[in-house]
DNA sequence: CTTTCATTCAATGAATCACTAGAATGATGG
DNA sequence: CCATCATTCTAGTGATTCATTGAATGAAAG
């Protein structure tokens, strides 16, 4: 009889490390690509130390698991269906939760600004790029490029989006992504972009849920 | 820049509505049937206050709904896709978290002692019932029997089920499910008739796992 | 062996959560 | 209208979570 509700106390346990909006912040960084305690600090915008603390609460649930290389440690998750598990919570709440929409129209409000732009689905995206239509711009850091990225994608870090222009094709329709959904990378890119008479949107998903559908990755 | 970081604090909100053994407990019950707080009270072992408030918390991560049915408020879950989710958390806190593994076993405990016999997966149930090898035993309450249930399947609840052999084939093995992987019903029923001599095994999921696979349900 | 660097550990206070018990609400039936 | 029933709200408690600080560890480099 207890030993049921044992159970579910133990996966409540691992619900709860997915509780918090920090340590959701460094598993979409981990979706990524694995990296040291510094490294995932830094994209979170967290102390050393607190990054740390949350990085064991999640080792603890079985969500990332940890090896030392030299001084660092390195962490990285423990399974590709997390990022499926994110993924799914992320549809329930946007379905469910009003309060979603509102903070999802906001992240696009600068895009509808410039012309309401729809973003590119997977499959319009897998069609154009069979086709010859549409080139793929990475815009993360290079080091999650160098991890692994969509096929034949070109990787310009946005910092480097202006001074790296000549990278980019002009005979095709260009198709930004980055990190996920939610990532402004590729928003922002976007925008600087089409500004400057570049024909370009922005792939809705990013790389851990290309790869986790199983597509190919370079 | 910040707005991307509200987004993940609403979702870890979701998450943390999840991270509780008692909500898991209330949402497991959801997916069999909707319900009145005394009935979801009673079968997560919580008082009537505490239930409610769980609920109210549920409802607040946009989980599930509520109705009034004359002096009854009606809980019922949002979204079928919860079920996937939960499912899915299992399936990563199985693999990744040894403390499962140690639970799971203890639950299993009795069927070891009784002659190891492996659950039905879902593939092996479709091809027996489609063959006529085998017959579907649910052994939910009939309240939740009526709700849903899978096609062809007989209901005998638990606490009736020795005086209700009658309704039982002789000539087919006997397949029994309840609520999901952890309800302890369908154990309990297979070991019961095992000890009368039947020859009977129990379905390794329930009847929420089934109708969300898009399965036909009566 | 000491220093340095990356990370973890331990201790604190503020905030939130879980449960209880009892009052308050809202629909129903006399 | 009053009484009843199902549920929710409120307040108070003890436990847990979170961020911060500074000390402690462990590997590497001089």
Same mark, same amino acid.
């Given at each position: ?31 990524? *690509? ?9 994209? *979170? ?67 509808? *600004? ?97 790869? *986790? ?6």
């Amino acid at each position: 009889m207890t030993s049921q509700q044992d159970l579910l106390d133990t996966l409540a346990q691992v619900a709860r490390a997915l509780g918090n909006g920090h340590r959701l912040a460094l598993l979409e960084r981990l979706a990524q *690509a694995e990296a040291s305690v510094e490294t995932l600090a830094n994209t *979170a915008g967290l102390t050393i130390g607190n990054a740390s603390q949350h990085l064991q609460q999640l080792r603890r649930a079985g969500l990332v698991t940890a090896h030392r290389s030299g001084k660092q440690m390195i962490y990285r998750l423990t399974d590709e269906r997390i990022v499926t598990l994110l993924g799914l919570l992320r549809q329930v709440a946007e379905t469910n939760l009003a309060e979603m929409e509102r903070l999802i129209s906001r992240l696009f409000a600068d895009d509808d *600004a410039e012309g309401a732009l729809e973003a590119v689905g997977r499959d319009e995206l897998l069609a154009g790029l069979t086709s010859g239509e549409m080139a793929l711009l990475d815009v993360r850091p290079e080091e999650e490029f160098e991890a692994g990225h969509l096929p034949e994608a070109i990787n310009i870090p946005l910092a480097q989006l202006e001074d790296m222009l000549d990278k980019l094709p002009q005979d095709r329709e260009i198709v930004a992504y980055c990190r996920g959904p939610y990532c402004v990378l590729s928003h922002e890119a976007v925008q600087r972009l089409r500004q400057l008479g570049y024909r370009v949107r922005r792939f809705e998903e990013g790389y851990p849920e290309w790869k *986790a559908a199983g597509l190919p990755v370079a």
